[in-house]
């Protein structure tokens, strides 16, 4: 909270929403904050649902607790989302006359001799207008999302709060965060408004609303970035030694660290294979040069070598996948070992939190899915020459595979789930894909979707094509600096939350 007191604008705002049963607790925090001077508004959010309880009031509000950085802020209050808007009876009560337009009015006197009749309007008369609305309340009646907004995600916001919001502390151009934007309620809404936006969320699911109702309402171009990830940050936070780390994640993934050999460890696998397991480093991404290096000293390893070798990473480099089937043909026969590379799961550190004894991980040790990543592969590119300065690029997704699909098989409905969508996936693998984008001129470093596909949310969704084509300009001679190469980007986002990458050159 003080860094979102730091990055808000001298006449900025913030708005934190929150359950009544914790508002006078986060109010306290907010006042130290913020400064008592600076608390504008508790603001009361009313809403409709069933009346369960039978022993105490049925809670029908939330809390929206409305702070400004200083004592100059934007506040639009006659802003038609804003303000109270008047009823028709009320307008006819504070008026007598209503013009062409339908629009109430009093005539008065410019002489201050109070009102005029109508007969007599002219050059020493004036219309005086009821106005639209009046200042608003600290209580509004909005009811959750209406089904045509839903999208499935549990803690949804409707549109016209984030509207009355939005439109009461900002001007167009204005810049608005939402921290943790959830379904991305807000960033649509100030897309929508003509504001500029920055969103982040922790959550895959919650990325992949937001990016689907962003492509859906057609936003302007954006980009999705990852700078950091949380449980890492823990790990450093909490004085903890990465080698610690590594041996309890070797030990939650059935491995027994090696003695003198940091992030390596022994697995006998279900198969009676004896594996080679390494743990990567929560601050770097695993390249496929780091796993060609791994591979090749497997072989070697304890004078007989291993057969198999399993990566486990927090991350992996773009063009992970590729760029190690590259690197497997050119040794040709020389790596011969199978290399499985899973990632570590994302909660991982709420389990490192609770492994203080052997037993706890033991226990722990069927709870932590270390999943296989995906693997995609894309067709050769097509190119045609338009003739007139212009190719056009056909790109194709040619297959993708979830080698392990998250699906709880401990029940009867759990394991007939998991066959029916691996059928499904055998037959079409595009069913299998929530989104993927193309960044037609990739530079190496920032992904910028330039074309993309999503899947749709509810009764919106349907199954992506896998099949771009687009139109582009010729790249410059071989003697410029941009060469005759073109590299494109893919990213792919699968309906579980992963995320594959390829790149690749025309």
Request: charge should be neutral; hydrophobic fraction near 35%; proline fraction near 3%.
């Amino acid at each position: 909270m003080q860094l979102m007191k730091r990055l808000l604008a001298e006449d900025g705002s913030i708005y934190i929403h929150i359950g009544s049963n914790m508002s006078h607790y986060i109010k306290i925090m907010l006042d130290e904050i913020f400064g008592r001077d600076c608390f504008r508004n508790d603001l009361i959010w009313l809403y409709e649902g069933r009346e369960l309880s039978h022993t105490e009031y049925n809670a029908k509000h939330d809390n929206i607790l409305f702070y400004s950085k200083s004592q100059k802020w934007i506040f639009n209050w006659n802003h038609p989302s804003v303000r109270e808007s008047l009823k028709e009876s009320s307008k006819k009560a504070m008026s007598r006359f209503k013009d062409e337009n339908g629009k109430w009015f009093v005539l008065r006197y410019k002489d201050g001799g109070g009102f005029a009749p109508l007969e007599d309007e002219g050059e020493h008369t004036y219309r005086q207008y009821v106005p639209e609305g009046i200042p608003p309340r600290d209580w509004f009646f909005i009811d959750y999302s209406r089904k045509s907004e839903r999208t499935g995600y549990d803690t949804q916001k409707p549109i016209a709060i984030l509207e009355k919001l939005i439109c009461a502390s900002s001007n167009e151009g204005d810049l608005v965060a939402d921290f943790f934007c959830g379904s991305g309620t807000t960033l649509a809404v100030a897309e929508k408004l003509n504001r500029r936006w920055i969103g982040s969320e922790l959550g895959k699911v919650g990325i992949q609303v937001t990016r689907a109702r962003l492509v859906e309402q057609e936003a302007k171009p954006f980009l999705i970035e990852n700078i950091g990830n949380y449980q890492r940050e823990m790990i450093y936070l909490t004085g903890g030694k990465i080698y610690k780390m590594q041996n309890l994640i070797l030990k939650l993934y059935g491995a027994a660290p090696r003695d003198k050999m940091s992030g390596l460890g022994i697995r006998k696998a279900e198969d009676g294979i004896e594996e080679l397991v390494y743990v990567g480093y929560p601050d770097r991404p695993v390249t496929a040069g780091k796993a060609e290096e791994l591979a090749q000293q497997a072989q070697k390893l304890d004078g007989r070598g291993y057969k198999r070798l399993i990566i486990l990473g927090w991350d992996y480099e773009y063009n992970y996948h590729q760029a190690l089937e590259s690197r497997k043909r050119a040794l040709k026969d020389k790596l011969k070992i199978e290399v499985i590379s899973r990632d570590i799961p994302p909660d991982i550190y709420d389990y490192l939190k609770k492994a203080k004894t052997e037993e706890d991980i033991e226990a722990l040790s069927e709870k932590v899915k270390f999943y296989e990543r995906p693997y995609l592969k894309m067709d050769t590119p097509e190119v045609k020459d338009l003739k007139d300065g212009k190719v056009e690029i056909s790109l194709e997704i040619k297959r993708y595979v979830l080698m392990d699909i998250p699906i709880s098989q401990t029940s009867k409905k759990g394991q007939e789930d998991y066959a029916a969508l691996m059928k499904i996936a055998k037959d079409n693998f595009a069913v299998l894909i929530d989104y993927w984008a193309i960044d037609w001129d990739y530079d190496g470093f920032t992904f910028k979707s330039q074309w993309q596909a999503f899947r749709g949310n509810g009764k919106k969704a349907k199954t992506v094509i896998t099949e771009a084509k687009e139109i582009l300009e010729k790249p410059a001679p071989a003697s410029s600096k941009q060469g005759k190469k073109r590299i494109i980007a893919v990213r792919v986002v699968d309906i579980f939350g992963n995320d594959a990458g390829a790149v690749v050159e025309v």
